[in-house]
């Protein structure tokens, strides 16, 4: 019986999921308590024997993020402790997988992550559509990033009528590649959106792109200089003679205007359905819902893997011209859809079931991978 040589543990992230994966299984969720103590620390008691089995620990990233880290963690390495063969960590959403690339003086936080999982015992993970597959580099430990994409596509072809009639559309040109894979498999159009404005921090806040003020004559005023420590005299006399700053420095120097926002593709008469891989501020996507009306879309839906919907996101839903918005349960999002009705959902604890299945029995993952193109 494979039951006896696997265990199934979950945190506080998402029960609901654990529970029908569990069920697709036909196995029991492992007794673990999981609480937090009076200050605040992470509690975790694991209630039954893992020497020599396969721990497989599903945790996602939900509202309290760094709540479901630690339990993750400290889950892993309890079981690491009491000599479980394999430790697998099922992670359908990748906490800080956002946070992948440097920006100014920050640092690349999923790099940290990755880190501290493989350091606390894991052996491998399984997690769903990564923000950047690049990720992947970031692990010591091998790495299955499993796709949504044919859970969502079935639901197009089965939930929205008149679909031949649809046009997949990327709210940025940076999703363009995924909206193409889309597109390819449902031969269907493609459209992008371009100039929507990023939120970006301003780069005027550290003064690194702020152009240093002129005078008259085209030269650093003597202020920049007093600020910067030096002397304006002594900078001026080592110039060669003649010298000056070219006057078109300071448009040298401006920040670049963002284009206006612009479709490139035709939605006129058609179903718009925007996809991405995470729909947590969304601003975005109904700045794109409403050009794309504009621009003569009758509907438009917007599909992503991972729903967070943070803050106000369900009334903003509510209140916006996004006819559906079609998610996964990769995280809980059930208080989401009671404020919003427009709110659909898209179970996809089958392919998590059946990569478990195929760990635990060591057979070939690349059937998960079918009909997956390389920009999925």
């Given amino acids: 019986d494979a039951g ?32 937090q103590k009076p200050n605040k620390e992470t509690q975790v008691e694991i209630g039954e024997s893992v020497r020599g089995k396969d721990v497989f620990i599903l945790q996602t990233g939900s509202r309290d993020v760094n709540d479901a880290i ?60 990564l923000h950047q597959k690049e990720i992947q580099g970031f692990f010591d430990v091998p790495i299955d990033n499993l796709r949504a994409s044919p859970f969502l596509i079935q639901y197009i072809q089965d939930q929205i009528p008149d679909y031949r009639n649809a046009v997949i ?21 493609i459209a992008v959106i371009h100039g929507e404005p990023q939120d970006f921090d301003s780069d005027m806040e550290d003064g ?29 006399s080592s110039w060669p ?3 000056t700053l070219p006057r078109n420095l300071m448009f040298l120097l401006t920040a670049k205007e963002k284009p206006p926002i612009n479709v490139v593709g035709d939605v006129g008469g058609k179903i718009a ?29 917007v599909m992503a893997t991972h729903g967070l919907l943070s803050l106000d996101a369900p009334h903003i839903l509510e209140d916006s011209s996004i006819d559906e918005v079609v998610v996964t349960n990769t995280v809980p999002h059930e208080l989401q859809k009671l404020q919003c009705h427009k709110i659909k959902t898209v179970d996809i604890s089958f392919i998590l079931s059946e990569a478990i299945r195929r760990i635990h029995h060591g057979e070939s993952m690349s059937y998960l991978f079918r009909n997956i193109s390389i920009d999925d």
Avoid: W
Wanted: glycine content about 8%.
């Fill in 4 to 35: 006896k040589e696997m265990l199934l543990f979950t945190g506080n992230s998402h029960q609901e999921l654990a529970r029908l994966v569990a069920s697709r299984m036909c196995v029991k969720i492992g007794t673990c308590a999981v609480y």
């Fill in 208 to 236: 690194r792109h702020s152009p240093p003020p002129q005078d008259a004559g085209g030269r650093p005023s003597g202020s920049s200089i007093q600020r910067a420590g030096g002397d304006f005299k002594s900078v001026e």
């Fill in 169 to 189: 559309v990327a709210k940025t040109p940076a999703s363009a590649k995924k909206a193409q894979s889309f597109a390819e498999r449902l031969r269907l159009g």
């Fill in 241 to 243: 003679p003649g010298f």
């Fill in 70 to 129: 630690m339990e993750l963690l400290i889950m892993a390495y309890a079981c690491n402790t009491s000599s479980a063969k394999r430790i697998i960590g099922v992670i359908p959403y990748l906490p800080y997988s956002k946070q992948c690339k440097m920006r100014k003086r920050g640092s690349v936080v999923s790099k940290l992550v990755a880190s501290m999982l493989c350091k606390a015992g894991f052996h491998h993970i399984i997690t769903m559509d």
């Fill in 273 to 301: 359905i925007i996809v991405d891989d995470i729909i947590d501020d969304v601003d975005p996507f109904v700045a794109a819902a409403d050009i794309l009306k504009e621009r003569g879309a009758y509907k438009v839906y």
